[in-house]
């Protein structure tokens, strides 16, 4: 066997090994190790290649970008079980309850709110589907549609900033969190446009599928309704404006006061007050918190290091050389490339976890696209869009799972009147996986999506340079001492003609 052949048996190996269901962390490391001690073995590389493995590790817990996860897990945490949800929830159905589709862009606006600050997908579609979803039930929603704008309004917390997927995106392909903040925030606001309008389009076309609340149903009224609404909204939005702008994060900000770390800190810390504020701080609740970062923290940072052997010994057969041959080779340059690249990532979504591939794919597409002359804050973003959809895949779609579970305990309980059929959960979610992958064609044909908030970088046509030197500088001899010169006036040296040995073509003589 030639070592030219391997990567693309290990490649296949790597798919083969995500499918058997092990946790992906050691099944990485173990295919790695394999991997490596046969390459060891053939003589592609020595043995002491190996060695840098313990570097490589040492490297991603020295990471500081890193750091922030667990820091705005924390956050998210603490705001998500504060209670939040039910007050916004709650406020936002009755504000929007009489029109057709109320309870759809109440979710809707709620999910975009509620992304910046939890940052996980599970709490957000499990709080929202507790309270909306006995609501939808009640008052005649179509069950298709109620499931879908649940699900899919709990997947926008991975595109809106300060999202964890797009720190590690910023970290695995080398660019700043700020800009990809930054970046991120026309997509996830042109997100909840096209869901918004899908539901108009819904209340337009079949009114009876998505009815708008009775009178009896509204128990708040005016400033009491406004109140209450802005009560939910307001702290937790100063908290995120506060944190993503020490950082950079937000539009038209060009500066950054902190390190993505050290907002995140300053988030976590915000949020502990804000639950003290509001009464809401006590120990079971915080327990459950820091036993939630804990979980998730060891999970990225194993699947980092999992992902990390793999690729040392990917790299090492030349993986990377074969990988960017297959893709820049590919026909229509950059949206050929782009195209290739989303449809596997979409196909790979549907067995893997946005983690898995931020880790494991990303490291091998990013230097492709950064030789094509593709900006990275954008090929991150738009990424990230595409892996939305990893959630709301029939039948793997870690939201439906979410949304199978909350509605079995609801029905369960009492709160439901009927149980909510799997075929409704599967077929409800296929409308708004299109409406995502739209957002990724747009996102493609259309960068301004993501490029409009980023700050402009100055273009200096180096071929319209002119140097001119100044009239007032070429003194003629004889001229007045200048007086600005702390040297004094220095002789000039006489001009001679010159001598063969200065003409071109004579050599050159050593003079002594």
């Not at 048996?9 to 995500?18: D, N, P, T, Y």
């Not at 709490?123 to 039930?137: E, R, W, Y």
């Not at 704008?149 to 695995?172: K, R, Y």
Request: proline share 7%; charged share 10%.
């Amino acid at each position: 066997m030639h070592m030219e052949n391997f990567a693309p048996l290990m490649f296949a190996g790597l798919v083969i090994i995500m499918l058997i269901g092990f946790p992906v962390a050691f099944s990485l490391a173990a295919l790695g190790l394999f991997c490596g001690f046969f390459a060891i073995e053939m003589g592609w590389f020595p043995a002491n290649f190996m060695a840098n493995l313990p570097l490589n590790v040492f490297g991603i817990l020295a990471n500081e970008t890193l750091l922030a996860i667990p820091f705005f897990t924390l956050m998210g945490a603490v705001l998500e079980k504060c209670g939040l949800a039910e007050d916004m929830l709650d406020s936002m159905g009755q504000l929007f309850g009489p029109v057709r589709g109320g309870l759809g862009y109440s979710v809707i606006i709620v999910g975009f709110v509620l992304g910046a600050i939890t940052g996980t997908v599970a709490g957000q579609v499990i709080a929202m589907a507790m309270i909306s979803l006995p609501i939808m039930m009640r008052y005649g929603y179509d069950m298709r549609y109620s499931t879908g704008v649940l699900a899919a309004s709990g997947t926008i917390t991975q595109l809106v900033p300060p999202s964890l997927v797009l720190i590690v995106m910023a970290d695995q392909l080398g660019t700043d969190v700020g800009n990809m903040y930054k970046g991120a925030w026309g997509p996830s606001i042109l997100q909840v446009l096209i869901f918004a309008a899908y539901t108009f389009l819904i209340g337009r076309l079949w009114p009876h599928k998505v009815p708008g609340l009775p009178p009896s149903a509204r128990t708040l009224h005016g400033w009491a309704l406004w109140g209450k609404c802005l009560r939910g909204i307001i702290p937790s939005a100063l908290l995120i404006f506060a944190v993503l702008g020490s950082m950079g994060g937000l539009p038209f900000m060009d500066h950054a006061i902190a390190t993505p770390t050290e907002a995140g800190a300053m988030g976590a810390v915000g949020a502990l007050l804000l639950a003290l504020f509001t009464r809401r701080l006590n120990w079971p609740m915080l327990w459950e918190a820091m036993q939630g970062t804990m979980r998730l923290t060891a999970m990225v940072v194993f699947i980092l290091i999992g992902s990390r052997v793999f690729s040392l010994v990917f790299q090492g057969v030349d993986g990377a050389v074969w990988v960017e041959h297959m893709l820049s080779n590919l026909p229509g340059g950059q949206i050929g490339f782009l195209l290739a690249v989303n449809v596997f990532v979409f196909f790979l979504a549907f067995f893997l976890d946005f983690f898995e591939i931020a880790f494991i794919i990303l490291p091998l597409l990013g230097p492709v696209a950064h030789k094509l002359g593709i900006d990275m804050v954008w090929f991150g973003v738009l990424l990230c869009v595409n892996m939305q959809t990893s959630f709301m895949h029939p039948p793997f779609g870690f939201a439906l799972f979410y949304l199978r579970g909350i509605a079995d305990t609801l029905f369960k309980t009492g709160k439901l009147p009927r149980k909510v059929e799997s075929n409704d959960i599967y077929m409800g979610s296929i409308p708004w996986v299109a409406l995502q992958l739209l957002l990724v064609v747009i996102v493609i044909f259309f960068p301004q999506t993501v490029t409009v908030f980023l700050k402009k970088e100055k273009v200096v046509d180096v071929d319209s340079i002119t140097l001119e030197v100044p009239a007032e500088t070429m003194e003629p001899s004889g001229s007045a001492p200048n007086n600005d010169n702390p040297f004094g006036d220095l002789p000039t040296p006489p001009l001679e003609p010159p001598t063969e040995s200065d003409s071109p073509g004579a050599p050159a003589t050593a003079t002594q």
